[in-house]
């Protein structure tokens, strides 16, 4: 293993540095993550008196944790150039708006938090189009796809796969339009999973049953 690059700063993605640096019998790995993953306090506000805060995650943190931390904000590539870390995504759909529940405070001003530290890496798998791969695709899922497609000027899509964040009262109504979206995209394969729902991802089978795969835990899939 040579690198690892970090979807974003969620205590749900940041678990693990420690057991990565005992497995691989390396210290100083390369973890390439938008700088905004560190900042804190982070916290989900359903109202002024109810708000769920998440673990701390701090630069020390990953140190101690015996890797290297690259923070990149602008599209960085990894593995001499074959993988690419896409940094910070542009929103520019109509309707992928964001979490609206994610709040930060800095200098004691508490602000939304659009997880601007949500990222993702793509690779070109050579005659057969770009393969994206998302973390959370918090910036939107069809925001991540179109910032990859024109970040590498290469518009054939062989695989979307990842979590797609449809779940829940305030993603579920964008599930018709994402499908529709990812339709006229046309990727060879689309893969759901993590955050993407179950409502989601039953539509996607239906919607696009050439092209769903469904992923589980410990499904092993080779793009070649």
């Known amino acids: 293993m040579e690198v690892a690059a970090l979807s974003h700063g969620h205590s749900d993605h940041t678990g693990g540095m420690a057991k990565l640096t005992a497995m691989t019998g390396r210290t100083g790995l390369p973890l390439v993550v938008h700088p905004a993953a560190f900042q804190s306090p982070r916290y989900l ?9 998440f673990p701390p995650f701090s630069r020390d943190m990953v140190r101690q944790a015996g890797l290297t ?29 964001g979490w609206p529940l994610p709040h930060s405070r ?11 530290d949500d990222s993702f890496i793509v690779m070109h798998l050579k005659d057969k189009g770009l393969v994206i791969l998302s973390g959370c695709a918090h910036a939107g899922i069809v925001n991540t796809v179109q910032y ?77």
């Open 45 to 53: 506000k359903f109202s002024e008196e109810f708000k769920v805060y």
């Open 69 to 97: 931390i690259i923070e990149a904000e602008e599209p960085y590539p990894m593995l001499d150039g074959t993988v690419l870390f896409l940094g910070g995504i542009p929103h520019t759909t109509d309707f992928e708006k």
């Open 106 to 116: 800095k200098d004691g001003k508490e602000s939304w938090d659009a997880i601007e």
């Open 148 to 224: 990859a497609v024109k970040t590498t000027g290469i518009d054939r899509i062989h695989a979307v796969m990842g979590g797609f964040h449809l779940s829940g009262p305030f993603f579920e109504p964008l599930i018709d339009r994402t499908t529709k979206e990812l339709q006229k995209m046309n990727p060879a394969y689309v893969i759901p999973t993590h955050c993407t729902g179950r409502k989601a991802i039953m539509e996607m089978e239906k919607q696009m049953p050439q092209q769903f795969i469904l992923n589980m835990a410990g499904t092993k899939l080779t793009f070649q």
